[in-house]
């Protein structure tokens, strides 16, 4: 069997491995998201006292306080871990997987329209202002310029980093019980940990971040069953095609080089560093191809 006979049923397998996974997601997997939102709904129901803003920050305000002292111990850490909330950012550490396995994108780029949608809709409707407007800025740490905006609920990084965690979780679930529940575990706290950076840099308060999770797991679920019977992106597979990817990682790359202009952070290396990565793989891909 010839290299180029193995490479095509690897990835045709990883994408088939993703689609199978996939189908096994049910509407079951909805039941702990929707918990955590109709228990947000049954609270501030019961004990909206005066106005909705003024009851949610003041019942949070005590242990957002508390636990941007805690996690803010380590700034640096702390705003380059909260970078991964932007698609701008983590995006580029799974564009590979536009080739090898175009059905964990199908998803991906569903579930971020239905994210940014429901994001933008849902901030507008509550317009809760930021900590940054609330409370005393001297008391607690803020890390880059102060936002002062009515958008705090939900926290959109929280929706972005737990969508492309839920995505990453049910596309490449192992088959083992022990594993499973390695991964589940593991990627659940990386989503957690990125969603909670924004409470270390005093961008959030922790229910912005709580229901950005919950919110961006549903929006992952949603667009799991819905691309379910759906192949929309069979054609990324094709090496003819690959400018077309080459094109669109040229422009990312543009764009977090002015990143690394503006901030120069870690994260921001990294991500390009996974752009170019991909940029290589996939060149050296087509090349291969037009000279065969």
């Known amino acids: 069997m010839t290299d180029k006979i193995k490479t095509t049923i690897n990835t045709a397998t990883l994408d088939i491995v993703v689609m199978k996974n996939f189908q096994k997601v049910t509407s079951k997997s909805l ?39 805690v996690l803010s111990i380590h700034p640096k850490l702390a705003y380059n871990i909260t970078q991964l909330g932007d698609a701008l950012v983590i995006f580029p550490f799974f564009f590979i997987f536009l080739i090898v396995a175009p059905k964990f994108w ?90 909670f950076s924004r409470v270390a840099v005093g961008a959030h308060y922790p229910i912005d971040v709580i229901l950005g999770c919950a919110i961006g797991c549903i929006m992952a679920i949603l667009s799991i069953r819905l691309n379910t019977n759906l ?43 996974a752009l170019v990565v991909t940029f290589f793989v996939i060149t050296n891909k087509y090349v291969k191809k037009i000279k065969a």
């Open 106 to 195: 199908e998803v991906l780029i569903t579930s971020s329209l239905f994210t940014l949608i429901v994001s933008a809709v849902l901030k507008l409707i509550f317009a809760v202002p930021r900590p940054a407007a609330m409370i005393d800025m001297d008391t607690f740490t803020i890390m880059g310029r102060p936002n002062i905006m009515h958008t705090s609920l939900p926290s959109g990084h929280s929706m972005t980093a737990f969508m492309v965690i839920t995505v990453l979780l049910y596309a490449f679930m192992p088959k083992k019980m022990s594993f499973k529940v390695i991964w589940s575990v593991v990627l659940i706290l990386i989503g957690l940990t990125i969603g």
């Open 31 to 69: 039941i702990l998201p929707l918990i955590v939102l109709f228990t947000f709904f049954c609270f501030f129901v019961i004990t909206t006292e005066s106005t909705f803003v003024n009851t949610y920050v003041e019942c949070q305000k005590y242990i957002f306080l508390e636990l941007n002292n």
């Open 231 to 273: 192949n929309w992106l069979y054609w990324m597979k094709t090496r003819r095609f690959y400018p077309i990817i080459m094109l669109i990682l040229s422009i990312w790359t543009y764009l977090v080089t002015l990143k690394i202009m503006k901030h120069n952070m870690v994260i921001f290396y990294l991500s390009l560093i």
